[in-house]
């Protein structure tokens, strides 16, 4: 059984530029989550995705946007890329829905600079 | 506004000894609360949690308790171990739309245990 799978693990962005990150849920899993945690921080809520539709989302202004595609894989883009979104960005996988029984990748740390 | 409290950012504890971290929450609607340990470079593990109709659950080395009045709940380690070294995290459930759930996180506490 795979885990959750995050690429990539580091990025270097510029103020301004737009940026996607992936992740790969765990077998079995047909819900992810994804979270933004600043340094210091605890993890933020940013959305979740269920069956391929946006299922609620935190207070994360419209430029995070997300995709989930059918095999439950999902992106996270951010666009206008600014100085406070240098984060580690998690992504979780959970079964149906729940946030009971979530699994974390790694993570993926955005710096923007 | 921070509905998930952990007040200690940091604890240190020698080998063998009882670990207590604690976390404090303002959201009464929540429906349970988990614990995850983080190790530097990787995603926060689930380590124990706890239904909101419980006081106690206890798993190995762990126990959670939970005060419903006090809005309060700590993770007990015994005996703590140089490999409980993580920061540890509380959250809570809470609902989303269409009885989906997200969790809400504490800032973290950083356990030291000293060999």
């Known amino acids: 059984e795979t885990g959750v799978t995050q690429s990539p693990t580091h990025l270097i962005k510029t103020r301004g530029q737009q940026v996607t990150l992936r992740c790969s849920s765990q077998?079995?899993?047909?819900?992810v989550s994804w979270y933004q945690q600043a340094l210091g921080q605890g993890p933020q809520f940013i959305f979740q995705?269920?069956?391929?539709?946006?299922?609620g989302r935190g207070n994360f202004p419209p430029r995070f946007s997300g995709l989930q595609f059918p095999n439950y894989s999902s992106e996270l883009n951010v666009n206008a890329l600014e100085l406070d979104d240098s984060a580690l960005y998690l992504c979780?996988?959970?079964?149906?829905?729940?946030?009971?029984?979530?699994?974390f990748g790694s993570g993926t740390r955005l710096t923007v600079v | 506004d921070q509905q998930v409290k952990q007040n200690s950012p940091s604890l240190s504890v020698q080998e063998g000894r009882i670990s207590i971290l604690n976390c404090d929450y303002t959201?009464?609607?929540?429906?349970?609360f988990l614990w995850y340990k983080k190790y530097p470079a990787e995603g926060p593990t689930f380590l124990i949690s706890?239904?909101?109709?419980?006081d106690k659950n206890e798993d190995g080395r762990f126990t959670v308790f939970l005060n419903k009045s006090a809005k309060h709940l700590s993770l007990h380690i015994v005996p703590s171990q140089p490999g409980d070294s993580a920061v540890y995290f509380c959250?809570?459930?809470?609902?989303?739309?269409?009885?989906?759930?997200?969790?809400?996180f504490g800032k973290g506490t950083k356990l030291t245990v000293n060999p």
């Open positions: 979780a996988s959970s079964p149906a829905g729940t946030g009971y029984g979530y699994t």
């Open positions: 077998s079995g899993h047909n819900t």
């Open positions: 995705y269920y069956r391929e539709e946006e299922n």
């Open positions: 959201n009464s609607m929540f429906d349970y």
């Open positions: 706890i239904s909101s109709i419980k």
């Open positions: 959250a809570a459930s809470s609902s989303l739309q269409g009885g989906s759930e997200k969790l809400v």
